[in-house]
């Protein structure tokens, strides 16, 4: 039967099944490249189709079966993405774990999937693994990429990424029915089967795991790939992580199926600088990464001549005006097409080549809101950045915004095969060939989330836009809250706002039940820091550096501003901020203030920095405040401060009138 | 529509503001100019009109003169540069000012002619290219030896001593070379081998803006053969292991001595180097009037294109050396009969003494930030 | 009597790899070392403490060239060693890093650590000036050299910046990387976490113990961060106003009553 399988053209449905056929199709073609030592390492389809079949063999020979599940921990790498498809190939499972989380999380995670074998990248993955690995019954193997610094690691479970394909390569080169039967066993996977599961780091609560088939990821992938265009001749880079559901569906599944090749960076640091070698063509990146971008440009663009200065904030006019337009293929004027073009040479041109997106296609920005100044501001360069819509439970993909049709408050149309509604709470509901299996070992939050007729709850508050039929997300369903008053009040769309500010790094903020809005701010180090010495103000710490007067003074000018832009809004105009202080310490993954995908837990800090929340609420000028830090090698410490309050003024709302001649 | 507002600085800074001020006070100075011009309140003779107003005049209606003249001054800065170029080696690497420079132009030209002229007149060799190559050679050679003693005899003794004795060291070499020069080579002035070198004498003339340009072959090239002399240095300095080596220890002698970079070993390089572009510079210079120690007053000229262009940067001697050029060579030409003609002699300290008063650090030099 | 043979027997772990027997150093008449001995052994990390102008700084700088001690004698690699010059220390197979940094500022992290490297690279003048022929390929193998140690010390993202730019704790590893990439026997590292956050701190303590366990160099430390001198030392000499007051594990020197003393600033 598995012989009559070969020998007609089988179904595509797996991603051992694509990589062969690729392999078939466009052998020669560059799939992958990793920059090591400062240089581009390339591999071709066939190349890597060499390497995943000997470390899949390699694999089988450890004792790896149908339903293992294979945690893959670590960074951007060939071979951690290499060896996802090779587990595949072998009805495994691949769990791919955030690379950053401390022991204990990493633990629930391995344990709670009952990972047999551990794929890690380095060193301090192995030594995380190892120090839990008692915890771990069914874990057998540990195979590590690189093997620097462990040379002297006596472990009988420890193996290298290179060894492992050696003995494949031997198994196979010895007998060959060996790769006769490795094709068999990929021929046996289907559709149906897991493609992966991923843990979601959620805003509460222990991480799930989203159960993807094969099917979910593929269609979803094929849907994504016809929506934009994409072709085998994109590049792309991949720097997100792993356990991030974007990364494993623009990472692989749309290289699988469209055929692109995926660009590995040489460290984290460098990612901005290898992308502008590469010319990404794709590109995808939570806003923060877009934020920090503009930060750092601002902050450079300070430091640099008048002259520079003077032409750069001249033609981000120029920009701000006519950008969007042209670049939606709107009619405009042939005096604002020339200046355009003038400013894409003297400016647009240099920075989008420092920001390495000179020759993307199709940018999006994904997992959280985007600020829509930033959003803006990208989009006014000539950069055909678009927003998405989505979620692990999703496959990613819920709504996209269509090229030529972009509203920067809007998350666009459904995708294609994606259904959506929503129910009278406002909560958006969404039905698709990606909706997930379910959450592994966890029937219970299944229920919660898929509704018995098949539409999952997203947990996000929103509406469609009548006039575009767009759909436009406010925040988290259970988010949205009232003040005291009655009044609307949404928490993040106030702290887009604030963020928007090169100096406001992250924002948290405060109303529900309330009778006003205040919120704590943190500081951006660079961008703050900078502006420090530039006007002489001499700070020791962070810590300082936030407390200083002169700080708070700027800050209080971007709070003032945001409320005015708030009042402009009926809607908005309630939830103006009355008061604000500037947190002592970085809010930081590591503590539990945001999640690893960096969004901020609100609960948690209003909780943990409670002193400061109460004293927001009830007149004082300042509040004390210590608080316990967790360090890097995981041992705890304390930091007090002395917090200053600022009070704000609020304004009436601005005439409906007024706004509309206005615009 | 939420407003976009990113910084809020003042909208100029005081040096902005300063600049403005100087622009706007020149502006209003042409505009009174021009009207009293106009309205014949100054003419011919005023002495307010000779300065202000002729020269400029003059320059706009015969742009062919103003060409020449500015050509002329370009290829003057070219060889200024070159020796400017010279100081800054030896300055960047190890904190010497040579005094010596200058005479090390006459004395590497000196070297060749000598050579030459030993060559065909006391041991009857055939005058020609071959021969004229050989002295090059010589000529080289003698300045790797002048290098190696300069390291041996001068720097080495005095190493970590005040800059103000390794100025007087370089002010006795510089003595001794003028010295040592006219004892070997004797004091009467002697004419450029250049044609023997291969290098073009005619000139051409062109059309242009209605009047001619006249073009000295050996001016095109000199300014062809400083490029490249400069484009190979730079070169050499950016790539190679003792380009590095030499940019080290420029950098930080301690640094440089920790990773077993020998400094001795730089200096002669670095002196070597200064001499090979001396000689280029004594060659242009030889060819364009004759080679004797009164070559040694132009050299001095280097001085205020280092003050233009920083000690230490390079792109800066270059940059400082052509600006003086042109500038010395227009107010010479145009401002010249009304100061009785000489002002060349002292015209590119004056813009040097200026300059100084705006910005100390010369025109590429670090500006100097106090961190706190 | 130049620089020391190269080809000296291969010691092994544990020998002594460089011996200080009596030396005295004066500046004038101040004198900063007095008759101080002590040894190093291959492959050990030995730290060299003391309060401040204890002649800890002047003990590095006698052991790598800088200065030449009036009396006593240095023994390396069982070789008495005549006065030589810094370079012919380096060449000798000695690095170091220096308390407040002496990086090339003006150029990149690239050309600083090449530049280490400068004692390896031998090919002719001539080759080096067209980049071809021999001269290539002796700068692809020591980039490569290099660009290994960048990888090591996690410095990628700053190649190409002039190292003048980069923040102070980045600097100290960029001087480490030049040190590492000549190679060293015995490599000196003067208060390589002075000035830095604890991150830092860490990944440099990081740093030098995976310096010793890769390539086996021998390291002198001179540390005033007490935490990481008994972390990171096999054994702690401590200097107090030019001479040696304790020598021994991190432990024994902790008990040390003249050393606690010293600390305390108990009058002698």
């Known amino acids: 039967m598995a012989d009559a399988d070969m020998a007609a053209p089988g179904k595509l449905d797996t991603f051992p099944k694509l990589l062969l056929e690729n392999a078939r199709i466009r052998g020669q073609r560059t799939a992958m490249r990793w920059k090591d030592l400062g240089i581009w390492q390339t591999w071709s389809w066939a190349d890597v189709l060499d390497e995943i079949r000997a470390f899949s063999i390699g694999l089988k020979l450890l004792g790896l079966q149908h339903g293992n599940k294979v945690a893959i921990i670590g960074a951007n790498r060939p071979r951690l993405y290499w060896a996802m498809p090779a587990a595949q190939a072998l009805g495994a499972v691949p769990v791919p774990v955030y690379a950053d989380s401390v022991a204990d999380e990493m633990a629930y995670v391995l344990e709670h999937a009952e990972v047999t074998i551990a794929v890690v990248q380095d060193q301090e993955q192995v030594d995380k693994v190892l120090s839990i690995a ?33 003995r494949g390569r031997e198994h196979a080169a010895a007998d060959p029915k060996v790769e006769r039967y490795w094709l068999e066993d990929v021929a046996r996977g289907s559709g149906a089967d897991l493609a992966v599961i991923l843990y979601t780091s959620g805003t509460t609560g222990r991480p799930k795991g989203v159960m993807l088939s094969n099917d979910n990821v593929i ?155 930033i959003f803006r501001f990208y989009r006014s360069l000539g950069i055909n950045l678009k927003q998405l819509y989505g979620q692990t439970e999703a496959s990613v993909y819920i709504t996209a915004q269509p090229d030529a049709e972009i509203h920067a408050d809007t998350v666009g149309k459904p995708n294609i095969d994606v259904q959506i509604r929503i129910d009278d709470n406002g909560e958006v509901q969404f039905k698709s060939p990606g909706v997930f299996q379910g959450y592994y070992k966890d029937a219970e939050k299944t229920a919660e989330t898929k509704t018995p007729d098949g539409w999952v709850r997203t947990g996000d508050a929103g509406f469609f836009d009548t006039k575009t039929g767009h ?191 206005a615009e | 529509m939420s407003d976009v507002a990113v910084a809020n600085k003042p909208a100029i800074t005081e040096g902005q503001r300063a600049g403005l001020l100087v622009g706007l006070g020149l502006a209003a100075f042409i505009v009174l100019l021009t009207a009293l011009t106009q309205f014949g309140a100054i003419h011919r003779g005023n002495l307010i009109y000779d300065v202000f107003v002729d020269p400029f005049v003059a320059m706009w209606t015969g742009p062919d003169l103003l060409t020449q003249v500015v050509w002329e001054g370009l290829v003057g800065g070219v060889l200024y540069a070159l020796i400017a170029l010279g ?32 060559m065909t007149v006391r041991l009857g060799l055939p005058a020609g290219t071959t021969v004229a190559f050989v002295a090059l050679v010589g000529a080289l050679v003698v300045m790797f030896v002048l290098a190696f003693l300069v390291e041996r005899v001068v720097l080495r003794p005095l190493v970590n001593q005040h800059d103000i004795i390794m100025l007087m060291a370089t002010v006795g070499l510089t003595y001794f070379l003028i010295g040592f020069g006219e004892y070997v080579f004797g004091g009467s002035p002697k004419v450029m081998i250049t044609q023997q070198l291969g290098l073009p004498t005619g000139s051409t003339t062109f059309e242009i803006f209605g009047g001619r340009v006249n073009i000295q072959h050996l001016d095109v090239a000199a300014a062809i053969i400083a490029t490249i002399m400069i484009v190979v240095l730079a070169a050499f300095f950016q790539y190679t292991r003792i380009g590095r080596a030499l940019r080290a220890v420029a950098d930080s002698h301690k640094a440089a001595l920790s990773v077993g970079i020998s400094l001795n070993q730089i200096w002669v390089i670095v002196w070597f180097a200064a ?92 500006k100097i930030i106090e961190r706190v | 009597m130049r620089a020391l043979p190269v080809s000296y027997a291969q010691l092994a772990k544990g020998d002594v790899l460089l011996e200080v027997k009596n030396v005295s150093l004066s500046f004038g008449g101040v004198k900063a070392i007095q008759d101080v001995s002590f040894d190093i052994r291959k492959g050990e990390v030995r730290a060299i403490i003391g309060p401040n102008g204890a002649g800890k700084t002047s003990m590095l700088n006698v052991i790598n060239g800088f200065y030449h001690p009036q009396q006593g004698t240095i023994t390396f690699k069982g070789m008495v060693r005549p006065k030589m010059k810094p370079y012919e220390a380096a060449s000798g197979g000695i690095a170091r890093t220096f308390q407040n940094v002496a990086l090339f500022k003006g150029m990149t992290t690239l050309d600083n650590i090449m530049a280490g490297r400068s004692l390896r690279m031998t090919k002719g003048l001539f080759w080096q000036l067209f980049r071809y022929g021999p001269a290539m390929t002796e700068e692809i193998e020591h980039r490569k050299r290099v660009e290994e140690i960048i990888d090591f010390l996690e ?81 702690v000499v401590v200097l107090d106003y030019g001479c040696k007051i304790a020598d021994g594990t991190p432990d024994e020197v902790k008990q040390d009553q003249g050393v606690i003393d010293a600390y305390l600033g108990v009058p002698h």
């Not at chain 1, 008692?134 to 540990?142: F, K, Q, W, Y």
């Not at chain 1, 620097?148 to 193996?159: E, I, N």
């Not at chain 1, 007149?619 to 304390?638: H, L, P, Q």
């Not at chain 2, 007053?297 to 000690?311: D, H, M, Q, R, S």
């Open chain 1, 134 to 166: 008692d915890r771990l019954h069914s874990l057998t193997h540990v195979i590590y990429d690189d093997p620097s610094g462990l040379r002297d690691y006596a472990h009988s479970k420890l193996h290298s990424f290179v060894e492992v394909q050696r």
């Open chain 1, 219 to 373: 269609i979803s992938a094929r849907n994504g790939n016809v929506f934009d265009n994409l072709t085998d001749a994109e590049e792309t880079i991949a720097y997100l992580p792993l356990a991030w559901v974007g990364d494993f569906m623009f990472s692989i599944a749309q290289s699988y199926t469209a055929g692109f090749c995926v660009n590995c960076p040489e460290s984290a640091a460098t990612v901005v600088e290898d992308r502008r070698e590469i010319g990404t063509t794709y590109a995808f990146a939570p806003p923060r990464v877009y934020e920090n971008l503009l930060t750092l440009t601002m902050v450079r663009m300070e430091d640099a001549s008048a002259l520079k200065r003077r032409m750069f904030r001249y033609f981000l006019d120029v920009a701000k005006q006519w950008g969007e337009k042209i670049l939606n293929r709107e009619p405009v004027p042939l005096s604002a097409h020339l200046l355009y073009g003038l400013g894409e040479i003297l400016v647009y041109g240099p920075l989008k080549s420092r920001f390495g997106l000179s020759k993307v296609r199709v940018g999006y920005t994904a997992g959280e809101a985007i600020g829509p100044e």
């Open chain 1, 471 to 661: 759909l436009r997300i406010i925040d988290r369903a259970k988010d949205v809250g009232k003040l005291r008053s009655g009044a609307l009040f949404a928490p993040k769309y106030i702290e887009n706002k604030l963020k928007f500010y090169p100096n406001i790094k992250e924002a948290v903020a405060f109303g529900q039940g309330k009778d006003y809005v205040s919120v704590m701010l943190n500081i951006d180090l660079t961008a703050v820091g900078s502006w420090a010495e530039r006007n002489n103000v001499v700070y020791g710490s962070y810590q300082e550096l936030a407390g200083h007067p002169q700080v708070y003074e700027m800050v209080a000018k971007h709070v003032d501003e945001v409320n005015r832009s708030l009042a402009e809004e009926p809607m908005m105009a309630a939830a103006q901020i009355k008061r604000f202080l500037i947190l002592h310490k970085e809010l930081d993954a590591d503590d539990g203030e945001l999640t690893r995908t960096q969004k901020v837990r609100r609960g948690f800090i209003a909780d943990r920095y409670a002193p400061l929340a109460t004293a927001l609420y009830d007149g004082s000028s300042s509040a004390d405040i210590s608080t316990e830090v967790t360090f890097e090698d995981g041992r705890k410490g304390v930091i007090k401060a002395h917090v200053a309050i600022r009070d704000m003024e609020t304004y009436p709302v601005t005439a409906e009138v007024f706004r509309e001649a």
């Open chain 2, 87 to 118: 100081f800054v080696l030896i300055f960047k690497a190890s904190g010497v000012f040579n005094f010596a420079q200058g005479i090390m132009v006459v004395f590497a030209a000196l070297s060749l002619v000598g050579l030459y002229e030993i």
């Open chain 2, 275 to 366: 001499g090979i572009v001396a000689l280029v510079t004594g060659i242009m210079w030889g060819a364009r009037s004759d080679v004797s120690f009164a070559l040694e007053i132009i050299a001095l000229k280097a001085l205020p294109v280092l003050i233009l262009g920083g000690f230490t940067s390079v792109p800066g001697a270059i940059i400082g050396g052509l600006i003086i050029g042109v500038l010395e060579k227009l107010g010479d030409f145009y401002w010249g009969p009304l100061l009785g003609n000489g002002i060349e002699n002292w015209l590119a300290y004056v813009i040097a003494l200026v300059f100084l008063l705006f910005r100390p650090q010369g025109l590429f030099g670090e």
């Open chain 3, 155 to 235: 410095i990628q993202a700053i190649r190409r910046t002039p190292v003048g730019k980069l923040p102070y704790g980045l600097q100290k590893r960029v001087e480490l990387g030049r040190a590492l990439a000549m190679e060293p026997e015995l490599l000196l590292l003067d208060e390589p976490m002075a000035g830095m956050n604890l991150e830092e701190k860490e990944d440099m303590c990081r740093f030098i113990l995976d310096v010793r366990e890769q390539f086996g160099t021998t390291i002198a430390l001179i540390e005033h961060d007490m935490g990481v001198v008994m972390d990171l030392s096999d054994r």
